[in-house]
């Protein structure tokens, strides 16, 4: 899970949105297929030859020449995803050791790991482009990297747990769907794996939902308030209003990003609607409304502000978030220094067997 | 990580390796991806968690980063040229006379 709202600003709308990642994954193997045309012959300008590449829909790889802004670009966003998987087990993490039921918990158990698999592979891609994963994460501890601002709110009842998995998890599928045609192989190849994961992330959440609004008058209140609370920060997730937005322009050319903030930030709205009705919850838009001549909702905007703000580290829970991190990175350093010391054990023995065989 | 009062820890930094996936019996191993890892050992188990959650596969080869050499993309042309010119070792080449059957 992620949002947009820490980079300038990143990609995309969803839709049938398997069926999307599907079809992602057969343009992927298709543009590989096909040859590139007019390739830059040896020692032509390297610049004309990614140009080339990027306009063919083909996949930049690691060893290839590629301006150093695409690689700054793509470092800082890839890295800022990674960490907003790892951050984002925390808030999901609370409700582990009470959740309602020994299936729910297994299934709890299993998504928090799938985000930090989701940050793993993420931060492998990012070490493609000539990062370690200890630079980032560093970078991530010093508070010099950001993560989504949406895993700055707190978890307060078992319905935000289905409230993330279906606004946040949602939304950032629809996010993350166009990262799986992004320009940069490694990147995108990552994303396509996590988003046929998501998926999964999504439909238990609506579940939970679904479970506590069709239960007592009392669990239905508690989805009620979730929804409630978690509607504008899953808006916000999109990053700041098109007009706002830096550094567009650019991701757009170079095909890392293809949809603006605004655009996502509708179809989740779109998309939303309907199942909140089955849900048989009401989002706290009191002018969210069909507009016939756009054929898309009307809804109020999150809360800019309150975005500006949570990012800069005064959400609710930006300072507990961080200490977590910290304290578990620290608390697991003897476990990295054991390996290592025992890996290196081994090695000394096998060499010793080695001379004395 | 150092706690106020401790002497400031040197970071460990495990090894790099590479993870290729064998997804079905009579498929060849194909690169998933990487991950970090001290030893073989733990390498393989980490790929285990992280690559194959889902039944992705039924084998695991990890292979340390640093002992692929890989060809570089600069030298792409040049490197593979040798083989542009021979379009004699494709089937397509040849013109086969109509009513030649089983060729």
């Known amino acids: ?357 | 990580m150092s706690t106020p009062g401790e002497p400031p820890r040197t970071p460990v930094t495990s090894p790099l390796w590479e993870v290729f996936v064998r997804a079905r019996r009579g498929l060849s191993h194909t690169h998933v991806g990487s991950l970090h890892a001290p030893d073989a050992e733990l390498a393989l188990r980490n790929a285990r968690d992280l690559y194959t959650r889902r039944q992705e596969g039924v084998s695991i080869w990890v292979v340390p980063a640093g002992a692929i050499t890989a060809s570089s993309p600069d030298e792409k042309d040049a490197f593979f040229d040798p083989a542009a010119d021979k379009v004699y070792r494709h089937p397509t080449f040849y013109e086969v006379p109509d009513g030649v059957d089983h060729l």
């Open chain 1, 1 to 357: 899970m992620y949002g947009n709202d820490f980079v300038p600003q990143e990609d995309a709308p969803g839709g049938g949105l398997l069926g999307q990642v599907e079809a992602a994954e057969v343009a992927l193997r298709e543009a590989a297929a096909r040859s590139r045309e007019g390739a830059a012959a040896p020692g032509e300008d390297p610049a004309a030859y990614f140009a080339d590449v990027i306009d063919a829909d083909q996949k930049i790889e690691p060893r290839d020449w590629m301006p150093d802004a695409y690689r700054r670009t793509l470092v800082r966003q890839i890295a800022q995803h990674a960490h907003s998987e790892i951050i984002g087990m925390q808030p999901e993490g609370n409700w582990i050791s009470r959740a309602p039921s020994l299936k729910r918990k297994a299934i709890l158990l299993a998504k928090v790991q799938d985000e930090a698999g989701h940050g793993l592979y993420l931060y492998a891609a990012a070490e493609t482009l000539g990062v370690s994963r200890d630079e980032l994460v560093e970078l991530l501890l010093d508070g010099r990297q950001k993560y989504s601002s949406i895993f700055n709110y707190p978890t307060l009842t078992w319905a935000d747990v289905g409230a993330i998995g279906w606004l946040v998890d949602g939304a950032a599928i629809v996010n993350q769907v166009p990262l799986c045609r992004c320009s940069y192989g490694p990147y995108a190849r990552a994303m396509i794996r996590v988003c046929k994961e998501e998926s999964f992330h999504q439909r238990q959440g609506f579940e939970i939902l679904h479970t506590l609004s069709h239960g007592t008058p009392a669990q239905r209140a508690m989805a009620q308030d979730a929804l409630d609370r978690w509607w504008y920060p899953s808006l916000a997730m999109f990053g700041p209003p098109d007009g706002d937005s830096t550094h567009s322009a650019q991701s757009m050319a170079w095909k890392i990003k293809r949809f603006s903030n605004d655009e996502l930030r509708q179809r989740f709205v779109d998309m939303c609607v309907q199942q909140a009705e089955i849900l048989g919850l009401t989002i706290p838009d009191p002018d969210l409304r069909w507009n016939e001549e756009r054929q898309a909702y009307d809804f109020t905007q999150p809360d800019y502000d309150e975005l500006m703000r949570v990012i800069k580290g005064e959400g609710p829970c930006n300072r507990q978030r961080m200490e977590h991190r910290r304290r578990a990175h620290a608390d697991g350093a003897w476990v990295r220094e054991a390996a290592t010391a025992y890996a290196a054990k081994q090695r000394a023995e096998s060499q010793r067997e080695k001379v004395a065989a």
